[in-house]
């Protein structure tokens, strides 16, 4: 094996938004496994808003990258070689494995990947992966919607909002997706089969009033900033608001104040943050449940591929803007 | 039975803080009882915060005072006359009677008050009364809080924070009050055994960081303002705030904001309104709890007594003011 190993590594910590001076591209001979591990060769790696929070040094629910490490994210690989007696060349690997090429990975870091007809192995990044696995908590254990109930979720085309609405659906509730342009919003209610779709970059206010005339039961926030000003005054008596990401946020220091907290008496609100990483009971829950709905064609998911290694930094930047469209993987 | 009734009625709709004009007393004849009535003599009436909400006409969980009507409120009294079968006279009562010093109460409005050794009928308005119900149902149902946490309670020295400390300690928390001087603090400390009091006059942030070191994990909001704006960032992981009341709220258009919520995600943090009206099994489990605990001395509480109808005006804007000292009960 001629070939080296590149990484992408974070060389400086933004301030607020990350642009290619925070990063580095590296090329560092291949890793040699020790026993019990396997090379990996990466073949897709995925790119979440998540990241941004992992390239501070602030207080998190995870330890920051540090400066002059590898970009931290999960990828789908192949074994190319072996030295734990459960993996073989050949074999199809899920892991935590960072923006690059090669990994030698512990047998217990990665995750078999089942070889299942009509589920490509970049599946196991997106719909049935860490974005979708939060689409279920989020839904299910936070939300809790109720048949007949109004739901709404933002960023609706994304990886995560796009899976949570069509479970919502499955749910019985009426479901209003809150994206930005016309043909994320058509893609949505065309595609993803949401009851309507509202563009943030118009009247978002007035366009709720219109779709959720009796207000909203259950909103999942992927957003904040300006769309949840817009919501959260239009949350019904015993709404949930479930908090899954805050992206207008990620790169805005000091941070904006949010909405008055007084409704949240009067109506009941219950507003609760979560982190899929809580929930490992979730996972395997969702993997079957998803990978029928996948493989029969009832639940629609896009992903949005981009090319080669070197170019995830750009890519990544462009997803904190609301650049991509569907599920952001790097095909390496 | 010569004298007749008097009431307080609601004669205009406060913009923002209530005063003397928007009330009005009123002399009507005694009312007379129908079939299955009773009439009350009220003999004391509670006065909460609450109640500013039903002075307005927007959307609430109640219905406003109409203007020209008895303003509403719990009281409790002694039945002079009853056409019941359940009741005699000599009965003391507790009901939601309203600003007034008789009504006619048709028997399925009041509730027959037991009378336990050492425990005087005003009790009923508040430690074994609504603010103490709703101060278990807010520490037991929304809270939650587990032994060897750390809980904050607003308005430490109130009808409903006092309660609520108290119930916490017994549930084997650190307990920290929040109250505004010297004298409530030194109350809370002393009288109700909290572990400390901080005086929200001070530099609360400060006062928060030396008190509660490793953060917030339970905070029981009664104020809103510029202590939750102090409580909020330094809650803890997987920390809840049970949404009590806002009374810094109350009186203030257009609402201020409130704290950002971008660490609701990172902190996986739970914010949960509850009024406790809502929760009916919670009052016979915390008049069991609360009596037993009232009769051997060990919940202690205070009440705040001002005395005359006529005075209930100017003792209710004092509580939105802070100006009470215990559970506000006027004697009428």
Redesign the interface.
């Known amino acids: 094996m001629a070939e080296r190993n590149r990484q992408i590594l974070l060389k400086a910590r933004p301030k607020d938004r990350p642009g290619p001076e925070h990063f580095e591209l590296a090329e560092t001979p291949l890793p040699e496994i020790g026993k019990n591990e396997v090379l990996v060769r990466h073949r897709f790696l995925s790119l979440d808003p998540y990241m941004r929070?992992r390239m501070d040094d602030s207080a998190?629910?995870a330890a920051p990258v540090p400066l002059g490490g590898v970009m931290e994210g999960e990828c789908v690989g192949e074994v190319v070689e072996s030295r734990h007696p459960g993996f073989a060349p050949g074999d199809w690997v899920g892991g935590a494995r960072g923006w690059q090429l090669y990994s030698a990975a512990p047998g217990h870091t990665v995750q078999k990947l089942p070889a299942v007809e009509g589920v490509p192995p970049s599946a196991y990044l997106g719909v049935l992966g860490m974005p979708g696995t939060t689409a279920w908590v989020g839904v299910t254990e936070i939300g809790q919607p109720k048949p007949g109930e109004t739901f709404v979720v933002a960023a609706a085309s994304g990886a995560v909002g796009g899976i949570a609405g069509q479970i919502a659906r499955r749910m019985g509730c009426r479901v209003i997706g809150i994206a930005g342009g016309a043909e994320k919003c058509r893609y949505v209610t065309e595609e993803l089969g949401f009851d309507a779709c509202l563009d943030h970059r118009g009247d978002l206010g007035r366009q709720l009033d219109e779709a959720c005339p009796n207000g909203i039961d259950v909103y999942f926030e992927n957003v904040?900033g300006a769309v949840?000003q817009a919501v959260f005054p239009r949350m019904r008596?015993f709404g949930r608001i479930a908090?899954?990401?805050?992206v207008a946020?990620?790169n805005v220091r000091p941070?904006?104040?949010?909405?008055?907290?007084?409704?949240?008496?009067?109506?009941?609100?219950?507003?609760?943050?979560?982190?899929v990483t809580?929930h490992p009971r979730a996972w395997p829950s969702w993997r079957e449940h998803g990978a029928a709905w996948v493989r029969d064609g009832s639940l629609r998911w896009k992903e949005d591929m981009a090319e080669g290694l070197e170019n995830a930094p750009a890519a990544f930047t462009g997803l904190l803007e609301g650049k991509n469209f569907g599920k952001l993987v790097v095909k390496l």
């Open positions: 929070g998190s629910y904040g949840l008596d908090f899954c990401g805050m946020d990620y941070l904006p104040p949010g909405p008055s907290l007084a409704s949240v008496v009067r109506k009941r609100l219950r507003l609760q943050g979560f982190i809580d």
